[in-house]
């Protein structure tokens, strides 16, 4: 796990430097640079800061370099597969200097070009040099699970694992993009490939891209598939079990491939403790596990996260060295630390328990397996089955919903600091997108400043500058890749290309990189995905329709191995207790940074519009914490990347 950097025709030595050091972070055990001059054709240079995972001696050093010098490589990630790998290539003649993955990548894109992508499996985010074609080659993994962020200006580039990278390229300024913004106003997010920043891109998932003579091109070599409607499953529900497991224990048993101590997070969820228990059964050591929790007073009426007494006695029944961490975070501190590691602004708070988290367990370990993507691959979120749950609200009488029904949830007090805080605040999005349509349902979901809400918070300029903008045009047309297939199917392609890479997976990776730790996601091994999408049906993801059981398959398959209450236990999710949080612990910097006298001069947003979302939220008429969180969390980046 590394950070990298590399610039063409951009800057100097001490420029690819300067952008490393801003990286150290993910990278504090090496460092290093290459840099080839071409005289009128200007200068590559290719950056890396280096956390050691395999092959901790110095022969892993990167930037690292065939023994021809033609071929120079900086990589992020691991590839788990590489110990096959390299026998492969061992018996074609490759001579290896060292025991790291890093090599056996660079001989196998030696081998084998762009094909050498079909090979891996594992996370990764990397650059390769051709120095006879002069040709640089990027790549990122198939879902993202590494970042890589790059710029093109005219005939320069500029790439890096954090966008943080590009404040110290010469003649080069961060600019918001609007569009970008509307669309994280939208959902929280800035959904890949496009970034806060008018000309920063992220490299897709998936992709490769190749620079030559001063340009930039793209090219796919791998996305998410799915059968067709009417598709017929060719095995049956026995072997659908077998097979999920089968593939779930080896991605797990690669996964623990590793010369530095290595752990898991423990929820009391099924995911976490279903990587826990097959980490007990091949590992000759008892697994480190890590459970966060928040004090009490955190608890009423959040939505935070699992019990912890269930995820102590998982650890207790699997032997685990269990560690319960119970935070009462300094948020007013942590919470621009955590924004600045995040490059951008991301309002979902469970970025700070994914921090706490790994913070901890860096005392023990470098290394954390997650439960992250076991929700997209086996259909594990509540707005999966609300689909379904919809689909019999809309047999009710239009007018009664309209006219009735859905005006009145909607009228109701949010029930702050109450038990039914929760469920209040689902019945109203069920009141907002139960009528729609089914994609339009699902997409309204994910939303939290609807079209109303924005008249009411931007400027007139910003409104004018999106008049032609459509914030959920990106996720429709994801759903238009999928037309044909089942409705359960298509919603988890959305979530895979654009929830999962933008969010969930970009967080963890920030986090735990701003702790040094790897995290590393078993559950999207490229195999058992591709196995799950054509041999599972819809209907063993999920089983039943108005009592359903999500994750059907999955719960069969661990069944011999997890205990009971495990495999019962309800989602409840990575979150945060952000209401207290915004009333309590951050209300005099949310008065400060959210004032009018700030929101005049940052000059996106109207004063009056931000002033009654705070009264209204602060008065109990309605649950605005995620708006303002979004709002504070705006402000603070821009603070530290604007303002520069």
């Known amino acids: 796990m590394c950070g990298i950097a590399g610039t063409c025709n951009w800057g100097t030595q001490s420029t690819l430097r300067q952008m490393c050091d801003l990286l150290a972070h993910r990278g504090p055990d090496d460092s290093g640079l290459f840099w080839e001059e071409r005289g009128k054709l200007g200068a590559v240079g290719l950056g890396s800061r280096r956390l050691s995972i395999l092959d901790l001696s110095s022969a892993g050093h990167m930037p690292m370099s065939t023994l021809s010098k033609r071929y120079t490589v900086v990589y992020n990630g691991e590839i788990y597969n590489y110990p096959a790998l390299r026998k492969e290539l061992e018996l074609k003649g490759y001579a290896f200097r060292s025991g790291s993955d890093t090599e056996a990548l660079l001989y196998l894109y030696e081998e084998s070009g762009s094909q050498c992508l079909k090979r891996l499996r594992g996370m990764f985010a990397f650059a390769i040099w051709d120095s006879s074609k002069k040709t640089l080659f990027l790549a990122r993994d198939h879902f993202g699970i590494k970042p890589l962020y790059y710029i093109v200006r005219g005939s320069q580039l500029a790439f890096a694992s954090e966008a943080k990278a590009f404040t110290v390229l ?6 918001v993009d609007t569009s970008s913004l509307d669309q994280y106003m939208t959902f929280l997010w800035v959904p890949e490939p496009r970034t806060i920043y008018t000309d920063i891109s992220k490299l897709p998932a998936g992709h490769f891209a190749e620079w ?4 930039l091109s793209l090219e796919k070599y791998w996305e998410p598939t799915w059968p067709q409607k009417n598709y017929l499953y060719p095995i049956s529900s026995d072997e659908m079990v077998e097979g999920v497991r089968h593939h779930f224990k080896r991605a797990v048993k690669e996964q623990l491939l590793s010369d530095v101590p290595l752990g898991a997070f423990l929820s009391a969820g099924l995911d976490s403790s279903s990587i826990v228990a097959v980490m007990s059964e091949v590992s000759s050591h008892p697994p480190f596990t890590y459970t966060i929790g928040f004090e009490q007073k955190y608890s009423r009426g959040e939505m935070t996260l699992d019990d912890i007494e269930v995820a102590k006695r998982t650890a207790a029944h699997f032997g685990c060295r269990q560690t319960t961490i119970i935070v009462d ?17 991301v309002a979902d708070p469970a970025l700070i328990t994914a921090y706490l988290v790994c913070a901890e367990a860096k005392k023990e370990v470098t290394v954390l397996l997650s439960g992250v993507g076991g929700d997209e691959v086996f259909g594990g979120y509540r707005k999966y089955y609300a689909h379904y749950w ?12 309209r006219t009735v029904f859905e005006p009145a949830i909607l009228s109701l007090p949010s029930l702050e600091a109450s038990q039914f805080k929760g469920i209040m605040r689902l019945a109203k999005k069920m009141a907002r997108s139960a009528s729609l349509s089914d ?15 924005k008249n009411q918070l931007y400027q007139p300029w910003l409104k004018n500058d999106l008049a032609q903008s459509d914030s959920l045009h990106h996720h429709m047309a994801l759903f238009d890749e999928v037309r044909d297939v089942d409705f359960l199917n298509q919603m988890l392609h959305l979530d895979t290309k654009a929830f999962m890479p933008s969010l969930n997976l970009a ?72 209401s207290r949080w915004l009333r309590v612990d951050l209300r005099d910097m949310v008065n400060d940074i959210l004032s009018p006298a700030c929101i005049r ?11 009654d979302l705070l009264d209204s939220f602060y008065a109990g008429r309605y649950d605005w914490s995620y708006q303002i969180w979004q709002l504070l969390t705006f402000e603070l980046w821009a603070r530290q990347f604007i303002d520069r």
Request: glycine fraction near 4%; include cysteine.
């Open 390 to 401: 919809a689909r019999l609200y809309r047999f009710m009488p239009k007018w009664w919903r």
């Open 170 to 175: 010469p003649d080069h300024c961060l600019e």
């Open 212 to 215: 030559k003579d001063g340009r």
């Open 507 to 578: 967080y963890n990776d920030k986090m735990s990189m701003a702790s040094s730790v790897e995290i590393r996601v078993p559950f999207l091994d490229k195999d058992l995905f591709e196995f799950v999408a054509w041999n599972v049906p819809p209907s063993m993801k999920i089983s039943g329709r108005l009592k359903p059981e999500t994750k059907y398959v999955l719960r069969k398959a661990m069944a011999s191995c997890l205990p009971r209450e495990v495999l019962r236990q309800k989602k409840a999710g990575f979150g945060a207790p952000i």
């Open 329 to 345: 975070p300094e948020v007013t501190e942590l919470l621009p630390k955590l924004i600045y590691h995040m490059d951008e602004p």
């Open 439 to 453: 994609r339009d349902a699902f997409v309204m979901n994910s939303v939290y400043c609807d079209e109303s809400l």
């Open 601 to 611: 001069s940052r000059g996106f947003f109207e004063p009056r519009g931000v002033q």
